[in-house]
């Protein structure tokens, strides 16, 4: 499951360059699964 949401990160970071990464801050999950 982890290397799949890490897929998914690298991917949507890919797509929306920085912002990408910021918006995944944002999410209680994403920011769960990294913390």
């Known amino acids: ?3 799949a949401v890490i897929a998914g990160r690298k991917a949507y970071e890919a797509g ?3 912002i990408g990464s910021h918006a995944i801050a944002l999410s209680p ?3 769960f699964l990294f913390d």
């Open 29 to 31: 999950l994403t920011s």
């Open 16 to 18: 929306l360059g920085k």
């Open 1 to 3: 499951f982890r290397e």
